[in-house]
């Protein structure tokens, strides 16, 4: 099982991400919990009520907005980063805390380095799916590398300007 | 101007110690090419031609005395002895060792210097009026808001992996627009509705590169207290929808026009329906304290016009003539602004010496409150001088190559460094300035022919802002070789405008007599009232491709 670095340390990963699939094709549950497309579960979310082995992932071009009043019970979410200059997934994120409510795990995947860390904890995510060949052992530094921001996020609900001592 | 506090310095410190991180790692083979690349670019370092490229940002322009010197320092440990100032209001090293760069961030930080975001995809130094805060038709000073969006812009969690870059302007003035607001991603021009409360006219996806736009208006009046909530609004829409797919249709400019300006507009104002009254909407307190950072100096109680300084004028040709080109009205009587031009002849357009850092430093101690601006012209402006040391500071600066008395005539041209330092370019820029300008070395001729802009850039990246030059030059490259090809009618002011191509391109031997057959047209036909955009805008392209092309 691959590792997955939350806020209180590393853990072994459970979940298995589904890959959508293609045309024509079923969708196969894994065995254990598991992430399924966001478009696919939507589709069948009946079939999977009240199941707190199944959550879902977005790709980064998709849209929170179209599930914004059925996520709220679901264990985790993920955000898929393509690519990690594909900075879509950031935006997401902040949509699903701070305007749908989300509460649950919220976990960056796909091409999740060392240096985004600290802007993805910014925006809501609190699990993080290192790409496998970076060391894991310099996730806290990273994730951990400011002490102070200028903006609101969804982790500082202040900007700094309200927060300055006057 | 601002001065950091507490929080500002150990959000700076712990960037600096973030970006030391990186570059161990980087040199240490942990971190591949590809995915240092976006790191250090926001930390204003680029892999260059000849040699990495370093650019300091200078927040809308200001320095201090002691930044200048700070920096004259730097280039003389770290690089050849000089640096280059930049359309963007910024500067540049052009030699430094990429292992140094962690160590002169240090540096500069410890005088509230930074190279932060100066590149990448991700939003870039916020610009402004060079002579903001002491010219006589601006009723507001714009630089307590881009002290406010630098802030508000730095390290901004959502927004350092955009499409593409991303820059800001803004501009109070009434009858000019030194800033370009008109072709920049977001332009803002500070005004005042019926109701006398200050806010914001809103432009977005102008800009110039490859596909030059005069960016539309997306709202007629923003309260000034919604301006970071609206900002982010706009970036939201533009992350999230901009195309990621080409790198040349990556910018705002692009969406815009895809989803027409009016479109873009509903779905900026619905994205911001949710977020305008969240914590990030300004306080009237937030725009007091950076406000009180930009209050007047202590200004002396003075008279315009000193009769010394006539009889100085009426005795000194030279120094008259200096006077009428690079000395500016100032709001207050009895005071001046002076650019300091650095466009001597001979010298790539926006080069300093260390030693020249040094003088500027002084000159605006002894002259200035001890601050100065840089300008996207790539001059540096000393915004508080007494009418009556003027002719002081023009004897002091004539032996320091800041005298140069061309301030925005045919050789005052904006210039970029071209392919003789870049990595971009097509073709170089900084011969054909220099070229032209040895042309026009008749000063008299040149005063006489008014206010010009030439702007030249090597490549369709346009640092130079060829498309907004009443003449542009763009070098191009056709086969191996390198070209220029001349558009004419550009304008960056309140009527900004696009140059049109004049036809076939130039080889660089040609450049100066194709500019003089350009202008001869413009001797020919002018009336007497009439600048040179003014002849082209009423005769059209037409004479001057028959003389250029006979």
């Known amino acids: 099982m691959p590792d997955l670095i939350r806020h209180n340390g590393i853990h072994k990963d459970e979940w298995t991400l589904v890959p959508a699939p293609e045309k024509g094709e ?76 989300y509460t649950g795990e919220l976990r960056a995947v796909g091409d999740v380095l060392l240096d985004q860390l600290f802007y993805m904890k910014r925006c809501g995510f609190n699990a993080y799916a290192l790409r496998e060949d970076k060391d894991i052992t310099q996730a806290e530094h990273c994730l951990n590398f400011f002490s102070n921001t200028y903006q609101a996020a969804a982790d500082i609900k202040e900007p700094l300007f309200r927060r300055r001592a006057s | 101007m601002y001065v950091y506090d507490e929080y500002d310095r150990q959000i700076l410190n712990e960037r600096v ?95 509230e210097m930074h190279a932060n975001q100066t590149s990448g995809n991700c939003i870039r130094n916020t610009t402004t009026d060079q002579f903001a805060g002491v010219q006589a038709d601006e009723e507001v000073d714009p630089r307590p808001y881009c002290e406010l969006i630098r802030q508000w812009s730095t390290y901004h969690p959502e927004f350092a992996f955009l499409p593409r870059k991303f820059k800001v302007a803004v501009n109070a003035s009434e009858d000019h627009d030194r800033a370009a607001v008109q072709v920049h991603d977001i332009g ?34 923003l309260p000034e207290l919604d301006l970071l909530t609206y900002l982010e609004a706009i970036l939201r829409v533009y992350n999230r929808y901009g195309r990621r797919d080409n790198k040349f249709k990556a910018r705002i400019k692009i969406l815009v026009k895809a989803m027409t300006p009016e479109v873009f507009a509903e779905k900026v104002e619905e994205e911001w329906s949710h977020i305008k009254d969240t914590p990030t909407r300004l306080t009237p307190e937030a725009i007091e304290r950076v406000k009180a950072f930009f209050t007047e100096p202590d200004y002396a109680a003075l008279e315009n016009n000193p009769d010394t300084l006539d009889a100085q004028r009426a005795e000194s040709k030279a120094f008259d003539a200096w006077v009428k080109r690079n000395v500016n009205e100032h709001k207050k009587p009895g005071y001046s602004i002076v650019t300091l031009t650095l466009k001597k002849t001979g010298v790539p357009p926006g080069d300093v010496t260390d030693r020249q850092l040094e003088q500027i430093a002084d000159l605006a101690e002894q002259y200035s409150f001890g601050e100065v601006r840089v300008t996207h012209q790539q001059n540096v402006v000393l915004a508080d001088v007494r009418q009556d040391q003027l002719f002081e500071l023009w004897q002091a600066i004539r032996p320091m190559g800041f005298a140069t008395a061309n301030l925005g005539t045919l050789t005052d041209i904006i210039c970029c460094p071209g392919g003789d330092y870049c990595a971009l370019a097509n073709a170089k820029s900084i011969p054909v300035a220099e070229a032209i300008q040895r042309r026009f070395d008749d000063m008299d001729y040149v005063y006489d022919l008014g206010d010009i802009d030439l702007n030249i850039s090597g490549c369709m990246n346009a640092c130079g802002h060829h498309h907004v030059g009443n003449i542009g030059v763009l070098g191009v490259d056709k086969k191996g070789e390198e070209f220029y090809q001349i558009s004419l009618g550009g304008s960056s002011q309140r009527d900004a405008s696009l140059g049109k191509i004049l036809g076939p391109s130039f080889a660089r031997e040609e450049m100066p007599d194709v500019i003089e057959k350009i202008i001869n047209v413009y001797v020919d036909q002018r009336t007497e009232e009439e600048t040179f955009l003014d002849t082209y805008r009423r005769i059209g392209i037409d004479p001057f491709k028959e003389r250029v092309y006979a």
């Open chain 1, 26 to 101: 079923e969708l196969t549950l894994p065995d254990g919990p598991a992430l399924l497309p966001a478009a696919v579960w939507k589709e069948n979310r009946d079939q999977y009520a009240g199941r707190n082995d199944i959550g879902i992932w977005f790709d980064s071009h998709e849209e929170p907005e179209h599930y914004s009043d059925l996520i709220g019970d679901l264990p985790v979410i993920a955000v898929n980063f393509p690519k990690f200059t594909d900075g879509r997934g950031y935006s997401i994120a902040r949509l699903l805390r701070e305007r749908y409510g």
């Open chain 2, 17 to 111: 110690a973030q970006f030391r991180h990186q570059t161990d790692r980087a040199l240490a083979g942990e971190l591949a090419e590809d995915e240092f690349l976006p790191l250090r670019l926001q930390n204003g370092l680029y892999i260059q031609r000849v040699a990495p490229m370093l650019r300091i940002a200078v927040p809308y322009g200001m320095l201090r005395s002691a930044q200048l010197r700070r920096l004259a320092r730097i280039t003389r440990d770290y690089d050849k002895g000089y640096a280059h100032f930049t359309t963007r209001q910024n500067v540049q090293l052009n030699w430094p060792a990429v292992e140094d760069v962690p160590d002169i961030l240090a540096e500069l930080a410890e005088v």
């Open chain 2, 188 to 221: 803002l021009e500070i005004i005042r509705n019926d109701a006398g409360e200050i806010g914001f006219r809103v432009y977005v996806g102008g800009g110039l590169g490859r596909t030059p736009v005069v960016g539309p208006v997306i709202r007629e009046f």
